[in-house]
């Protein structure tokens, strides 16, 4: 084939470091756009991202020319140097070192969609970390629990 064709769904999820409440309501619009923006830049079209004081959602179709490690690398990296632009409070704000992605099957993307689009709802309900540990488990991930948080 001549060609090579792809369409591979990624959820990324990434908390705070140590889960810190930081991101305020008032800049969650434009994170995400700035994030969409990164997505972009990398071949990556966002299908929709969502955030709530501590953590982030973000669903896209990865890239067939570049990995998913430098995809999330350059995301964290930039929407971390943007959001410190937006305030004293934000002086200090960092990413957790880690993330998880999960792949979607196209039929399950309506779904994960709906799932971000609520997560100011879904986590009056349920913490980051019991929601993280969730997703693994659903997804047959093996981990430690001990270097899963920083």
Do not use: C
């Amino acid at each position: 084939m001549p060609q090579s064709l792809s369409k591979i769904l990624v959820h990324l999820i990434f908390s705070t470091k140590n889960r810190e409440s930081l991101i305020q309501k008032a800049v969650r619009l434009d994170l995400h756009k700035y994030m969409n923006g990164i997505l972009k830049d990398w071949d990556s079209p966002a299908i929709i991202i969502g955030s709530v004081a501590d953590h982030a959602h973000l669903l896209f179709r990865l890239s067939k020319n570049h990995a998913l490690s430098k995809i999330v690398e350059h995301v964290k990296k930039g929407s971390s140097k943007w959001i410190k632009t937006q305030g004293l409070r934000y002086a200090d704000f960092h990413w957790q070192a880690g993330y998880g992605a999960f792949s979607v099957s196209q039929s399950n993307a309506p779904r994960v969609k709906a799932y971000i689009a609520n997560q100011e709802e879904h986590h009056r309900r349920r913490s980051f970390q019991d929601e993280f540990r969730a997703f693994l488990r659903r997804h047959q991930i093996e981990f430690d629990e001990r270097y899963v948080w920083d």
